[in-house]
C-alpha cells in the first residue's frame, strides 16, 4: 500500500524519475548520496526505498532516536549512532555489516547540509574495511530524477577512486541550489 502511495508521490505529483538500478546481487554495500541540501532528502530516500523494493538503513545522531520519533526513525530503517570524538566510528560502522545478510548504508558523504568543495573520505573508509562497494546515488532536483549507478568496489588508488566519484556527481543540483555540491579540484 505505501509502496503505491509513494510512487503516485514520486511519479505522477512530483514528475521525477529514476535512472539506474541497485544492483539485486549486492545485498551489502555504502550508498553514497550527494547532494543533501535540506530535509527533504530524507524524504526522497525513504520513497526510493520504498519503490525499489530494496532494504537501505541510514544512521542517524543519537539524540534523533529518542522519544517521541525514535519509533519513526527505527521503522524507516534508521540506526543511532554516537558522534562522541575519539571513537573509531569507521571500523564501528563497518563491523555492522558482518552481522548481516542485507545491509546497505546511506551515508552523505558532504557531511553537512551546507555547500561543500569536497567530500568527506569516511564513506570510502568504511567500504574498503568492511571489504563492500558502493553504490553512488544522485538527489538530482534540477533534472527531477535520482540517479543510480551501479556497484563501485573501490581500489588501492584513492585519487583515481574520489575522480569517478566526483565525475558522478558533476552538475547534480539539490532541493538548496545554492547548497549543493560542487568539486572545485
Not at 551489502?28 to 548520496?33: F, H, L, P, S
Not at 522519544?67 to 570524538?85: L, M
Not at 555489516?97 to 546511506?106: A, H
Request: hydrophobic share 40%; with cysteine.
Amino acid at each position: 500500500m505505501m509502496r503505491a502511495i509513494y510512487k503516485f508521490i514520486y511519479f505522477k505529483l512530483m514528475g521525477w524519475k529514476i535512472k539506474g538500478e541497485f544492483s539485486d546481487e549486492v545485498k551489502k554495500c555504502i550508498v553514497a548520496v550527494v547532494p543533501h541540501t535540506s530535509w527533504h532528502d530524507f524524504f526522497i530516500g525513504l520513497m526510493i526505498r520504498s519503490i525499489t523494493k530494496k532494504e537501505i538503513n541510514y544512521v542517524g545522531k543519537k539524540e534523533l532516536f529518542k522519544f517521541p520519533f525514535g519509533w519513526y526513525f527505527r521503522w524507516t530503517g534508521g540506526a543511532p549512532i554516537d558522534r562522541t570524538p575519539g571513537q573509531n566510528k569507521v571500523q564501528a560502522m563497518a563491523a555492522v555489516f558482518d552481522g548481516k545478510e542485507e545491509f546497505r548504508l546511506t551515508l552523505a558523504p558532504e557531511g553537512t547540509r551546507k555547500r561543500v568543495d569536497e567530500l568527506r573520505t569516511g564513506f570510502y573508509y568504511i567500504a574498503k574495511e568492511a571489504n563492500v562497494p558502493i553504490t553512488l546515488v544522485a538527489f538530482d532536483f534540477g533534472k527531477k530524477e535520482v540517479k543510480i549507478d551501479k556497484p563501485y568496489y573501490p581500489t588501492d588508488d584513492m585519487e583515481a577512486d574520489f575522480a569517478y566519484i566526483y565525475k558522478f556527481f558533476e552538475g547534480v543540483v539539490g532541493k538548496v541550489p545554492e547548497k549543493s555540491f560542487r568539486y572545485n579540484g
